[in-house]
């Protein structure tokens, strides 16, 4: 039971770096040297900085993208439903959007929503492994007629 979880968390938690290091990174930098040129700021970089910003934004996005895992796990073990899930789907949104505008540096939609949109659509795979891996309610047994 725990080399699936061990094996798919492992590849999504590297799929979220490398989602980040990729997409995420290129977009934000530039954002964020024109928001800091834009007033009277001038950038100034340290390695020492940049090297943390970096870490943490690529070790958010790794524990962004293990929202799946962790939420099969939890139906496994019948702490959540997927029932449950798509009930309070709204606020999962609001949440979600809410984490990532705390999460991202820059205050800038893209980045907010590079950041965002990966976290609803892996509550939705979250809700669809629910489906799947959730435990089932025992069926009721038919009443023997005397």
Same mark, same amino acid.
């Given at each position: 039971?725990?080399?699936?979880?061990?094996?798919?968390?492992?590849?999504?938690?590297?799929?979220?770096?490398?989602?980040?290091?990729?997409?995420?990174?290129?977009?934000?930098?530039?954002?964020?040297?024109?928001?800091?040129?834009?007033?009277?700021?001038?950038?100034?970089?340290?390695?020492?900085?940049?090297?943390? @910003?970096?870490? %943490? +934004?690529?070790?958010?996005?790794? $524990?962004? !993208?293990?929202?799946?895992? /962790? =939420?099969?796990?939890?139906?496994?073990?019948?702490?959540?439903?997927?029932?449950?899930?798509?009930?309070?789907?709204?606020?999962?949104?609001?949440?979600?959007?809410?984490?990532?505008?705390?999460?991202?540096?820059?205050?800038?939609? @893209?980045?907010? %929503? +590079?950041?965002?949109?990966?976290? $609803?659509? !892996?509550?939705?795979?979250? /809700? =669809?492994?629910?489906?799947?891996?959730?435990?089932?309610?025992?069926?009721?047994?038919?009443?023997?007629?005397?």
């Amino acid at each position: 039971m725990v080399v699936p979880f061990l094996f798919f968390g492992t590849l999504l938690f590297y799929a979220g770096a490398a989602f980040c290091y990729w997409l995420v990174l290129p977009a934000a930098f530039p954002a964020m040297l024109t928001f800091a040129s834009a007033g009277t700021m001038t950038p100034m970089l340290s390695i020492s900085e940049q090297l943390s @910003l970096v870490t %943490a +934004m690529l070790l958010g996005f790794g $524990i962004v !993208f293990e929202v799946p895992v /962790i =939420i099969g796990f939890l139906a496994m073990v019948g702490l959540v439903t997927a029932d449950w899930l798509a009930k309070y789907r709204r606020y999962a949104i609001i949440f979600n959007v809410t984490a990532a505008a705390i999460i991202t540096p820059t205050g800038d939609p @893209l980045n907010l %929503a +590079m950041m965002a949109v990966p976290m $609803i659509l !892996f509550y939705e795979v979250g /809700i =669809i492994l629910a489906r799947f891996l959730g435990k089932k309610k025992p069926a009721d047994e038919p009443v023997a007629a005397a």
